[in-house]
């Protein structure tokens, strides 16, 4: 034991040096070198033990970086944690609150990307998704105006390491399979319960008292404290219910059905014009993994006065929504980030009214540009703000049309496809119906040139006095697809939809 003790002191300081424990600068140089942040990947892996070997191939490198990236995160989040005391009003502490959550998700995520059952397509989801959360969080204190005091407090490398995983572990789409109208990762078991006309309620909410519960929150609470993580349906009696719901990180699998759309309504009224954040606005936000919605109406009533107002945030992967109505002006439908999946869902708006990054596919559902107060719409904002993010919005087998209240102003109303809210804005369209109310060119600039050249948007095969691709924009990022380019984007490529889409029961097409 003496001579053991002995050799433990003798050997502390050569653990400690660099040149044992550090990576050569060498090493460092030459893998640095291949992502969009090299500086920044120099500084932390130099600075950083090396507990491993050498790094001989790429998935070391990976490995390592997710480390590096998860180790700051957590730094950041702490850091952030700390900073509540120093808000100086109502609008910082709304901005600085979401970006505890936000922070939260993001190791999170950062973690499940480091499991060795991760696969590289779930790992580059997951990296995508914890880099929005961070550009959710900065966004936040710059809508409402209180970007000058707690932010800069909160200036971190971390979006520039995850930004370098996504560029290391880039992989390319594959074709998944697609089973009765949805996408493979929905599990047989939800594809039945979607597609049953009485599903078994494991709760039932209902204004009368006959139900197990009166507000949709108590069933919501008593839900997360189920043991197990299995399907969980609560069904939604017929009625409106004014309530902020959330489905937060820990309720996975959690099912919402209501009677029918229009007969179970969750309406709620927060926006940016009354002191929340586009983030906590949302009536009805999910995060919880696996969540279903089906046969019900989410509303913002906030009106277009009062700028953005969400009705649905979804961030919960493999989420699924069928037969849905989602009614607001603008930033209705916030698809915020992960895998998510809409069929057969009515989408109501006025600007940017279907936003966000994340991986989604929308399929015969129906999108109704209303009268706006600006007399412009803008059906999508796609937020990528990397170009090795897998993510982007692509309307399939849908219907372009104008709601009730733009049809007799339709004429005085500009309304185009979407516009790009970041620098890789990345949409398409794909065989859907555009009416009239869409204009000859189609989509329409951020802010002068801003993302011209690298945005992606695309068209194929869609029909209607609106879909004429003859005086669409120049735009280098524009694209009239071909069928090969356009399958891309179905629900198999896209949202790797044959893994998790039959499971849910919720018919699909996989292809084109």
């Not at 003798?10 to 030459?30: C, D, F, H, N, R």
């Not at 120093?86 to 922070?103: F, H, M």
């Not at 000058?148 to 909160?154: C, N």
């Not at 949709?216 to 004014?242: L, P, Q």
């Amino acid at each position: 034991m003496a001579i053991r003790a002995v050799l433990a002191i003798v050997l502390a300081p050569l653990l400690l040096s660099p040149t044992i424990l550090g990576y050569t600068s060498g090493e460092i140089k030459s893998w640095c070198a291949k992502t969009p942040n090299p500086e920044t990947c120099g500084h932390f892996l130099s600075h950083r033990k090396n507990e491993n070997n050498l790094i001989e191939h790429e998935s070391d490198f990976l490995k390592v970086s997710l480390e590096v990236a998860l180790d700051r995160a957590m730094h950041a989040r702490a850091n952030t944690n700390t900073l509540g005391p120093k808000c100086e009003n109502d609008r910082e502490k709304a901005a600085w609150e979401d970006c505890l959550k936000l922070y939260e998700y993001t190791v999170l995520g950062l973690n499940e990307t480091m499991s060795t059952k991760c696969t590289k397509f779930e790992a580059q989801t997951w990296l995508s998704s914890a880099l929005t959360n961070l550009e959710t969080c900065r966004a936040g204190f710059y809508e409402l105006g209180v970007a000058d005091h707690v932010l800069p407090l909160m200036s971190n490398n971390v979006s520039k390491l995850i930004s370098n995983t996504l560029a290391i572990n880039k992989v390319p789409y594959n074709e998944p399979s697609y089973k009765e109208g949805f996408p493979s990762w929905v599990r047989p078991g939800d594809r039945k319960l979607l597609q049953s006309s009485s599903p078994a309620a494991n709760l039932v909410v209902a204004q009368d008292g006959s139900g197990n519960y009166k507000t949709i929150n108590e069933a919501i609470s008593a839900a997360g404290k189920r043991s197990g993580s299995g399907r969980f349906v609560i069904h939604i009696k017929a009625g409106t219910y004014k309530e902020n719901v959330q489905i937060t990180k820990s309720m996975k699998n959690i099912m919402l059905i209501g009677d029918g759309v229009g007969k179970t309504i969750i309406t709620g009224s927060r926006s940016v014009g009354g002191g929340s954040t586009t983030f906590n606005s949302a009536t009805v936000a999910v995060v919880g993994d696996g969540f279903i919605a089906r046969d019900l109406t989410v509303k913002n009533t906030a009106g277009p006065q009062n700028h953005q107002a969400v009705a649905l945030r979804s961030g919960a992967d493999l989420s699924v929504f069928y037969r849905c109505s989602f009614e607001g002006y603008q930033d209705t439908l916030y698809v915020h980030s992960q895998r998510q999946f809409y069929r057969e869902c009515d989408i109501y708006g006025t600007v940017d009214f279907i936003f966000g990054n994340a991986a989604v596919v929308f399929q015969n559902c129906n999108l109704y540009a209303r009268n706006p107060p600006n007399k412009t719409n803008t059906l999508t904002a796609q937020g990528r703000t990397d170009p090795n993010q897998n993510t982007g919005i692509s309307i399939q087998n849908c219907r372009v049309t104008a709601a009730s209240d733009l049809k007799p102003v339709q004429s005085s109303v500009k309304t185009y496809l979407g516009r790009p809210w970041k620098q890789y804005s990345r949409t398409v369209f794909i065989r859907t119906y555009l009416d009239s109310l869409i204009q000859p060119a189609g989509w329409l600039p951020w802010s002068g040139n801003f993302a011209l050249d690298t945005l992606y948007y695309g068209e194929y095969s869609n029909t209607g006095p609106g879909s004429s691709t003859a005086l669409r924009v120049k735009w280098k990022g524009y694209h009239v697809l071909g069928a090969s380019e356009a399958s891309k984007f179905t629900v198999g490529n896209f949202i790797a939809g044959n893994s998790w889409l039959p499971a849910t029961t919720v018919p699909f097409t996989s292809g084109l």
